[in-house]
Structures are given as C-alpha cells and as structure tokens.
T-cell receptor
Framework: DTAVSQTPKYLVTQMGNDKSIKCEQNLGHDTMYWYKQDSKKFLKIMFSYNNKELIINETVPNRFSPKSPDKAHLNLHINSLELGDSAVYFC????????????FGSGTRLTVV | GENVEQHPSTLSVQEGDSAVIKCTYSDSASNYFPWYKQELGKRPQLIIDIRSNVGEKKDQRIAVTLNKTAKHFSLHITETQPEDSAVYFCAASTGGGGADGLTFGKGTHLIIQP
C-alpha cells in the first residue's frame, strides 16, 4: 500500500477551469501539507493542517482552497486556473509531534494551457 | 520567516570521489535539519536528518554536520556512485519540523561522472 497517495498524477487543463487534487495517507500521521514545486525545482509550502485544522496558510492566492475532511485526507481545490499555476504539487505528511521528516506523495503535475 | 540558502546549485564529481553540499539558515530558533533526495520525476525522499543538539550524524556513506553558531549545515557523500545522481534539498524548521513546516533550500543537482 502506498503511504501517501495523490490523484491524479497528471492534470492538463485550460485556463479558467476549476480542478481538485486529492491526497490520502495511511500512516496515521496528524499533520499534512501541500507543497508547490516550480519549474526550477523550488519547493515552497502552501498549507499545513494538523488534525483537520489549518495551521499554515502561506501567501497563496485565495483561488487555492485546501480541505481536510479527516486527518487522513487533504485535498486541494484550485479555482480559475492560470498559466502560472503550472507546477508539480506534492502532498506530504508527518507525525504530529517529535522530530520527523516528511513522507511525500508522488506528486501531481499540473499543466495549464 | 526562515530563509535557507543552498550551494552549489550544480555539483559534478567523479565516481568514487566525495561530494559536499552546504546550507545556511537565518532563524536561530530552527532546530531540525533534514536532507532530501529527489530523483528525476520522483518524490523527494528523506535521506538523513539532524537535530540542533547534535553536531554530526552519519549513515553509511552519508553524513551531515551542523554548526549552530555559524548557522550552517552540510551534507557529505563519500565514495559516490552513479545512483547518487539526483537533486538534493536541505531544509530547516523550528518545532522539530511539525506544523511549522519545512523551509527548503533551492536544491543541488549532483551529477556523478563515470
């Protein structure tokens, strides 16, 4: 079983559309994240949830809205997609306490045309 | 907020030689420093991490050193092999990397020349 799974793996869509990316972890972790990796490979945090509660909301356009129905799931909905949203989006999770690294999902490559 | 600088952006070494990647951080409250390896088209994977109460940690051919006073930490890979070719990211966090999140460096593309 994949520890952190994301769907879809690839997403090609037109400007102005609305799309969602789903993430599920079966590790029992309390904290989940969304990271954006741009074309230069830079990884930047977007959101952090701890036990379904939003903890971090970096400077991200409000077209991006995360939703956590339970602590095993963290979805990302994007409205009115723009060309600059094209990137790889990674979901990640970690135990809520202690010094632990993240487990990343396999990523969703979003291409806006 | 935290800022992590990583150098070099590209590093080419001969197979069997050592590779060193260096990072500096800005927030003296940072206390957790993981390193990730990302192969082409794949997810970042944790390879080693170090806490602020430790100066050095080693795992087979990989070691990480931390200088809290200077606010820098380094990744050392010895006896490099072709499978070490990848992009390596350093990161820093307060709170043990928890809900605060990790701030990543911009990555180092390590190329192992046969």
């Amino acid at each position: 079983d994949t520890a952190v799974s994301q769907t879809p793996k690839y997403l090609v869509t037109q400007m102005g559309n609305d799309k969602s990316i789903k993430c599920e972890q079966n590790l029992g972790h309390d904290t989940m994240y969304w990271y954006k990796q741009d074309s230069k490979k830079f990884l930047k945090i977007m959101f952090s949830y701890n036990n379904k509660e939003l903890i971090i909301n970096e400077t991200v356009p409000n077209r991006f809205s995360p939703k956590s129905p339970d602590k095993a799931h963290l979805n990302l909905h994007i409205n009115s997609l723009e060309l600059g949203d094209s990137a790889v989006y990674f979901c990640a999770s970690r135990p809520g306490t202690g010094y632990y690294g993240y487990t990343f999902g396999s990523g969703t490559r979003l291409t806006v045309v | 907020g935290e800022n992590v600088e990583q150098h070099p952006s590209t590093l080419s070494v001969q197979e069997g030689d050592s590779a060193v990647i260096k990072c500096t951080y800005s927030d003296s409250a940072s206390n957790y420093f993981p390193w990730y390896k990302q192969e082409l088209g794949k997810r970042p994977q944790l390879i080693i991490d170090i806490r602020s109460n430790v100066g050095e940690k080693k795992d087979q051919r990989i070691a990480v050193t931390l200088n809290k006073t200077a606010k820098h930490f380094s990744l050392h890979i010895t006896e490099t092999q072709p499978e070490d070719s990848a992009v390596y990211f350093c990161a820093a966090s307060t709170g043990g990397g928890g809900a605060d999140g990790l701030t990543f460096g911009k990555g180092t593309h390590l190329i192992i020349q046969p």
